[in-house]
Each structure stands twice: as C-alpha cells, then as structure tokens.
C-alpha cells in the first residue's frame, strides 16, 4: 500500500519519458495518469489506515525500503516515514495532481510534445512524495531537489520563448539561496545532533535545547540557528517575502504546472518542512518569532500587490503567496494543525482558481490580461460557477473550505497574545479585506461588464472540454467541503483544558522515550474523543505553554466575527468597484498615485534586486572575467594546457610502432627498478 | 597421489567444467562449421551462467587443492564472478561485430573461453608453478584472439607484436620464479611467506621485481606498456574490448595475492615498485592520451591510466586499498563494456569507424545512443554521483589513509588532465557539426549491455554500500584484519 502510494508516479515518468516519444501522445497520457491515479487511491487508503487505523489510535509507520550510505557516524536509510503529517501530505499531492494531470490531457492538446509535459508532471509528483515521505532530512532534500529540477523544467517547458527561459533561471537561482539556507541548517543539524534521522532528533530536541553554539566571538543558541536556516530553505520554496520573485514570473509555465507546482503543492513544501520540524522549532522562540513576522508581512504585501495586477494569473500568483503568508504566521504561533489544515483547503481551493483560470484563458485563445476579458460568463457558464466557489472560498466566506482555515488561523494569531502575535493578526485582518477584494476584482472583470476583447475571439469563446471540467469539480467538492469536515479533526479543541494538559505532556514525554507507548497514554487520558490531538497523535508536536489552537477557541466573539464582515466587506467593495461603478478605480488610483506605482510595481523588489545584485554581479563578474583571461588563464589554464599538449607530443613520439624499441624500453625499466632495488637494500644494509 | 578423490577437486569444479564444456564446444565447431558461430556464442555465454552459479554455490570457505597449487576463497570467488560476467559480456558485445566484419571464425568465443579459464585459475593460483601456466593458458589465447584477422595485416601486426612483447615478459616471469625457488627453495606461495618472514636475501628481492615486471607487463603497467595502444588499435573491435574488459582484473587479482601471501614480509619493498609503476602509469596514461584521434588508442591510455589508479589500491597495502581496487575495476569493466559497446555501433556504409570526429552529430542521429556515450565519459572521468566518481574516491581515500599523499595527489591531478579527452567526446558528439549518420541497426544483446552499464552508473548512487561491502568482505580474506 505504502509503495503503491509513491512509486507508481516514478514508473509512469520512466515509461512516459523513455518510451513516450515511440509509443505515442496518447500512451504517455494513458500512463501517467494511471500513475497518479493509483497513487492517489492509495494514498486516500492508506489515510484511513494510518489516521483510524489500530482501534482510532493512529497507525504511524516507517518502512525502510533499504540502506543508503554509511560514512563514518553518518548513516542514512531509503524509507517512507508515514505518520499523520505525511497522509495529510501524501493525499493533497496526489490528488491535486491527479486532477492536473487529468486536465492537462485536455489543455495541452494541442502542444507538440505532450508526452515530455506528461512524464515532467509525473516526476514532480514523485520527487514531492519523497520529500514529504522522508523519515531523515537526506532523502527530504533529494525530495526538496527533485521538485526544484521539476519545476524548472515545467516553467521553462515552452522554451522558444525567451521569457519562459528566464523565469525558469530566475526561480532556479532564487531557489538556490534558499537551498543552500536549508542545506547549511542540514549541516547544522547534523553537527549540534549528530545525525539526520528525524525520530532521533525529534527525541533529542529537549535536552539541547539550552545549548549554544560559540562562533564567531557570539554565543548563538544552536536550535535557533538550525531553525533560522532550515527557515531560509522554506522562504525560498515557499515564496516567502525576499525570496519570492520567482514565484509570479513562475506563471511563464503552463497553467496546470502552476496549478499543481507554484500553488498547490511545492510551494508549501516549506510550510510542511516547518511543521514536520515542529519538535525542534519549538525550542526556538526567536526562530518561531521570525517565522511569525516574514509569514505577516509576506500575506499583506502580496494582497497589496495582488489587488492592482491585471494579469489573471498573476493575481492568483500572489493571492498564493499572500495565502502561504498566513501559514507560515500559523505555524510562528505554534498553531501547526492550522498551518497544515489552510494548507490542504488551500491546495483545493488554489487549484480550482488556477485550473479555471486556465480554462477562461483556453476560451479565449490565451488572453490572460484581464483588461482584454469581460463579459464571458455566458459563454462559458460551467467555469463562471467553479470560479465563484473558489474565490468565496478563498475569500473565507462562511461555509466555504477558506472560511474554516482562515479563521482558525486568524484566532489562533489572537490568542498568542504576544506582539508579533498582534501584528500578524492585524496584518492577516488587512490581508483578508484585500483579498476578498481582488477575488471579486477578478471575478467581475473577468466574467462581467462589456466583452473587452475582440469580435472574433469573443465569438469563439467555447466552454472546456469535460476533462479539463470534470477535475475541476472535484476540486471544488474540496473547495466546498474539505473545511466543514476537517475543522474538528485538524484543528478541534481538545477535551477541556485539564486532560488536554495532561495529554501534551504526555505526548512530550512520549515523544522523548518512544512512540510504541503512545497510544495507551493517550487511552487513558481522553478515550476515544475524536480532536486534534487525536488526529495528529505525535506527528505534530506542540509545547503546552504555546499550544494557541486551545487558545483560539476561547477568543472574543468580536475576533470570530472580525474575518466575516472584512471578507464580506471586501467582497462588496470589489463588487462596487468593478461591477458597478466602474469609473471608480481610475479616479482612487490618481487620488493614491504614489501608494498604487509602490503596489503595482511589486514594491519594486525587482528593480532593489537587480540594483543591488544583479548590476554588481554582471560588473564584478566582467572585471573578473577580464582579470582571469589576462592573468589567470595565460599564466593558469592556457599555460598548464600547452604544456600538457607538448607532453602528449613527447610521449607519442616514444609510440614509435617498432617492437625492438618496445622491448627495449621494457628492459630499461626493469633495469631501473633492478637498481633501485639493489641499491636500496645495500644502502639499507650499509 | 594415493589420497586423489573426486571430491577433493571440488574447489576446481568451475573451471573443469568450463574446460570440458570448452571441448564439446570445439568439437560442435569442428563439425558444424563456422556457422555455428551464432551458437557457440550463446552456448559459451549460458557456460558462463553456469561457471557463475557454481563458484556462488561453493561453500564460500577457503580450500586447498591439487596439492597446494590451487586455492579458493572469498576473494577468488568475487573477482572470478566478475571475470564471468565479463566474459559473457565480451561474447555478447562480439557475435554482431564479427559477422558484420565477416570475422566468421568459430574459434573465436571458445579462445575467449580458454583464456577465461586461465584468467580463473590465475586469481586461485597458489603456487609459481600453477600461476605460470595459468598465465601461459591465458596469453596464449590472448595472442591469437589479436592476430584472429589474419589476413588484415593490422590484425596479424598486432598479434605479433603481443606475442614477442609477451614472450619477453613471460622470460622475464620465468627468471623471476628461478630466482624465488633458488633463494626460498620452494614455488608454494605460504612456503615462500615463511621463508622470506624468516630471512630476506637480495636475490628473492631481486626475484620478486621480476616477477612483478613480467606481471606488470600483463596489466600495461608503465613502463611495460608499449604494446597496449598498437593492440588495441589492430586488433579487431570486439577483441579489444575483450582485451580492456577481463584479462587485467585476472592478473591485478594475480598481483594482489602475490603481494599480500608470499611477498606479504616485503612489503616496504613492494610498496615502492608499485607506486612507481601506478605514478607513471596515471601520468602516461594522462598525458599521453592527450592527442589520439583514434578512439581504441584513446582507450589504450585511458585503460593504461586506470591501472595506476588500480594499483594505487594495492600500493595502500590495506582492506581499504584491495576493496578499493576490486571494487575500482568492477565499475571500470562496466563502464568499459558500454563505452565499447557504442565504439561497437560507430558503423557508416558498412564500415567499422574508429576516429573520434566520427563521433559528431551522434547527439543529433542517435541522440539516446549519445546521452548514453555521455553519461558513460562523465563517469570514467569521475564526475559525482555516477559510479566513477566513486571508484576514484574509494581508491584515494584508501592512499591517504596509508599516507600516500604524493600518489593520491598526482592521482587527482592525472585524473583532471584525462578529464580532458574524455569530455572531449562529448563535445565531439554535442557541439562539432554532424557527418553522416551511422548504420541504425543495434542488437538487443548489445542494448541489454549499455543498458546495464548505464543503469549501474546512474543507479550505483542509491544504494552504494552495497557493492562497496561485497569487496570489502573479499578483501578480508586476503588480508586478515590482524595484518591491516
């Protein structure tokens, strides 16, 4: 169950890729979709195993599938550690793409090589599941690596254009700061643990907690530094503000990539990282701080940004961006369940939006400016309804799946009572007003109004074929429903404060001897009640002074109520805006002049980047490059490789081709070493 | 010879199998003819098969027979698996070649087998005697596989010039041997270890770098390697990949028991020769490599480099310096076989091509082909993580851990100057404008080979301790702990 849950989206790469080309589109599509497919019933299988398995205990595995390498103290296995977290993980993943690779088949018809498009799908699936499988931070960053190839090869994937080429350079090299942040925390680990074995470290956290780690003339607290970096490795993934420029020019790729690659999955791999690491963040208070502010401030300005964005895409771009905003704020409070639980609503409901944006843009023959739209619904009414779900989910009206997530979120920030608690709170508040505000913004000036483009397109806008449609309903079961039904499970409040007490220091204790006893403790402690805790059992683990999920459910009526009005409030701005009024944008837009150029040129990240960076790198490289050829090479390189070049002529000279010279060296040599022999020994004797 | 039984040769069932099978087969040929050649190939591989399962299935401890001539064990057994399966390779990679060249010759897989035979009591043999005529039974085979074309003067060239280079050599042998047994009074490899642990006179010395010679000779060890690139480069195609692929693992396999039972009280000594021969053998094979334009000659040097690699393994005279070794030519037998297996397919009109400019526009006739070529030059010249990266690094590490920093240093840089001409094939296939494109048609069999070999290289990553710990635990019986 456990391999037929990972390994049939690699089978499908393999077989797609290498025989795609001979066999046919149509194999290639058959057989990765079968793939996934799989992978994703076993996956929903193995969730009920793991989750109700074991008597409503939990059923957490590690299975080694076999030895990796051993150097010195260094060991690390192949396995596939399946505990809550990962099910959670593993669901997400393979259904979203199951549903992108079904409606690929569809939006990529009319490409040239769907075949490779297919078996890139497939591969990002599978690296994904190896890292959110892994049971050591190796293997996670194989994974982590693997997604990255993926989805540099998926952006880059029409590449006659010039612009798709550098997005894909761009995300690959922003993507590496953030790697090599997440590759120092590696080593970090590894020389403050001693190993890179999950459990192990998990198990050791506590007792370095209070260890410090000397450098540099400072004292620096080790698990803060571990945490600060593998941090750095979350904000390159996860777009997180600083590291987030590659994510809109990231929409270069085809839609379902950015569906399935920059909005549903890999771009939370660094919310999921975070979380999987709970046991150590939690010893790290300023670690957690920091996660706190960068997840605030990156929700508000990528809702700035997104409200002034005239590119459908782009707006979803950074409405993701904003979203994995708000996780990483959940997980800076230590509210992981509700980091994890807005990360699979979110999944759904991102995905939604993306697909059908894709297919509004398939309708009009790859129009994404939403300047150039309006007035579509009619034709394309199945889409306009699936659009609507997904932004009233995302907006968090009441009933959707965001509604759930987001609030929880929101009161969780609440009850930290700390200030970055408060900041992200208000940030989030603000956050939400704008994106309630863009997701009508889009809706309206997409579907609404008079038609904007021309006559010809216009007339030949057609509603998708029902394999793009058919993913997109599914997708929007989970958008409608996925919060309802997992609120009590992902983030319900515990059994009374006392036995919830108990039950995490229980689950403390356990953690630190072994997981084998958890279930009796937990038995006695609150029987069969079905919450959080004994959803996530041990697989997230929360310190009692911080557990802010218990807090959030016991915040003012005001804080529950506060996220409603401002969605809805932003829903009718929007609405007044684009639907009703609309010369009003034109004239709010001269009236903020300077606050508008500062969102809609990004805060102008890129242009700061390019200063900084980018100009001085290109000048620093030239004046290297003119030094190194003048100086370095002609002494260096050049110089060494004549030499060697001269060498190879003198000793082909000896390749004469006559035997009787053969032999006569031969027998020079065994002279040689005849005398140094008998020389050496009569020395040594002498 | 009252105590002979049938049982006490139960150590030698292999290779009296292979020599039996051998007969029949020579006696099919005899009558069928040489277009049994087909046949007898497959018929020599599935012995192959055979021979494998019989060496797993001995009960793997260490046995004596024919009077303390022949000895099995652990060790043997590994490297006698990998000389079987290099063997079958060899056959596999040949019978498409021979009759494309109209080699029609049926003696052909069974001289390779023979010479299989010799290499297989080679790496058991435990005594000068046994080790010379092994050694004989193997070169014998060898010469006549090269000259096989006779009427092609290159091919008979070159099976000349092997055989009087090799005649020498086996003087030299000889000469060495007399010394040993003048000087010890015994050809037994334990009784010479005790004798020399007793006294050391100059003249088993002497003995003793004889025989290295004549053995280094066999490996194209520098400076006894002269021959290697005129054979390879006469001799027909599938014979030099036979050439490049078993007979110096037999006879490294040779040298390492040699050095590690009888030779064992010299080692300060041995020790010496052995770095001299691997230094200027990286060296030459670097350098030297530099300006072929033909690609066997080109493997020439680059299998002559390797050796020095190899013999860096035996120079650390430890468990990690054998290991390294075996494990060393193990990755060097597959990658060679893949690379000869492109070499193999490199025809245009019906011509075998050899020059390396041949080479271009691979990337665009045959691109998979290509990529496969690529993958295999990015591992011989040891980029990680393919399985050459590796073998190179084992081998080093091994001389650092016995304090042979000058060799491992002149190991790296040898290895980034041969860099050169390995990634030079690459650039020829990928970036030179593209001739001709080559005859399409590849046989299965040699599919199964590049597929093997190239899976090894990129799959090796996964799980390398595996092969890592089946050479070690081969070491250990050659070296007991106690000694390294």
Known sequence: MELLAVFPPLLAFLLAFLLGRRLGDRFAQIVTCTGVVVAALASC???????????????????????????????????????????????????????????????????????????????????????????????????????????????????????????????????????????????????????????TIFAMAPEKAALTYHFLGMDIHALTLICVLLFIGAMGKSAQLGLHTWLPDAMEGPTPVSALIHAATMVTAGVFLVARMSPVFEYAPTALMLVTLVGATTAFVAATIGMTQFDIKRVIAY????????MFFALGVSAYGAAIFHLMTHAFFKALLFLGAGSVIHALHHEQDMRNMGGVWKKIPATYVLMWIGSLALAGMPFFAGFYSKDIILESAFADHTWFGNYAFWMGIAA???????????????????????????????????????????????????????????????????????????????????????????????????NRHAFWQDSLFVLPENDTLEGAHHVPLWVKLLPIIIGALGLLLGAVFYGWKTGLPQKVVSAFNPIHTLFYNKWFFDEAYHAAFVTNALRLGRAFWQGDKNIVDGLGPDGVANTSQRVAGVLSRFQSGYVFQYALIMILGLIALVTWMFFKMVTGQA | MSDFSLSSLMPLAPELFLAVAGMVLLVVGAFMGNRSLRLISWASVVCYGIAAVMVVSGDGGRAETLGGMFVMDGYAELIKIFILVGLAVSAILSIQYLYQEQILKFEYPILILFSGIGMMLMVSAHDLLSLYVALELQSLSLYVLAAIRRTHLRSAESGMKYFILGAISSGVLLFGISLIYGYTGTTNFALIGQALGAEISLGALIGMVFILAGLAFKVSAVPFHMWTPDVYEGAPTSVTAFFALVPKLAALGLIARLVFEPFYPLQDDWVQIIWILSAASMLVGAFAGLRQENIKRLLAYSSIGNMGYALMGIAAGTT?????????????????????????????????????????????????????????????????????????????????????????????????????????????????????????????????????????????????????????????????????
Not at chain 1, 319 to 326: K, V
Not at chain 1, 480 to 488: D, S, V
Not at chain 1, 499 to 521: F, L
Request: charged share 10%.
């Open chain 1, 432 to 530: 939400a007003l704008m994106t309630a505000f863009y997701s009508a913004r889009l809706l309206f000036m997409t579907f609404h109004g008079k038609p904007r483009m021309d006559h010809h397109t216009y007339d030949h806008a057609h509603e998708s074929p029902p394999s793009m449609l058919s993913p997109l309903m599914i997708l929007a079961v989970g958008a409608l429903f996925a919060g309802f039904f997992g609120y009590e499970s992902f983030v319900g409040s515990g059994a009374g404060a006392s036995s919830h007490a108990t039950q995490v220091v229980a689950t403390e204790n356990v953690v630190i001897e072994h997981d084998v006893e958890a279930p009796v403790v937990e038995e006695s402690t609150h029987g069969h009640e079905w």
């Open chain 2, 320 to 484: 990690a310096g054998l290991s390294g070794l075996i494990f060393y030519m193990a990755v060097y037998m597959i990658m060679t076989a893949g690379t000869f297996a492109v070499i193999l397919s490199m025809r245009r009109q019906d011509v075998n091509l050899e020059k390396i400019s041949d080479l271009a526009g691979l990337s665009h006739h045959m691109p998979k082909l290509a990529y496969i070529l690529a993958i295999l030059m990015f591992s011989m010249s040891g980029i990680p993580p393919l399985a050459g990266f590796f073998g190179k690094f084992v081998i080093f590490q091994s001389a650092m851990e016995s304090h042979l920093y000058v060799l491992a240093v002149i190991g790296v840089l040898t290895s980034v100057v041969s860099a050169y001409y390995y990634l030079r094939v690459i650039k020829v296939m990928f970036f030179d404008t593209p001739a001709e494109p080559y005859d399409g048609h590849i046989s299965w069999g040699r599919w199964i080979v590049l597929a093997g070999s190239v899976g090894f290289i990129l799959l090796f990553i996964i799980s390398p301790s595996s092969l890592l710990d089946i050479c070690r635990t081969a070491a250990v019986y050659l070296i007991p702990s106690s000694l390294s």
């Open chain 1, 45 to 199: 299988a193995l969730f009920i195993h793991v989750v109700f398995g074991n008597d409503m205990q939990g059923d957490p595995r590690t299975i080694v599938l076999m030895h990796w390498m051993t150097s010195g103290d260094f060991k690390v296995d192949w396995a596939l550690k399946i505990d809550q977290l990962t099910v959670v993980m593993m669901c997400v993943v393979n259904i979203v793409s199951a549903c992108v690779h079904i409606y690929s088949v569809g939006y990529m018809s009319h490409d040239e090589s769907k075949e490779r498009f297919m078996s890139y799908l497939s591969l990002f699936t599978f690296a994904m599941l190896m890292l959110v499988t892994s049971d050591n931070l190796v293997q996670l960053f194989f994974g982590w690596e693997g997604v990255g190839v993926a989805s540099y090869l998926l952006i880059g994937f029409w590449n006659q254009k010039n612009s798709a080429n550098s997005a894909a350079i761009k995300a690959f090299l922003v993507n590496r700061v953030g790697d090599f942040g997440l590759a120092l925390g590696i080593f970090a680990t590894f020389a403050v643990f001693g190993t890179v074995h999950m459990d």
């Open chain 1, 319 to 326: 409405s993701t961006m904003s979203q994995l905003g708000y």
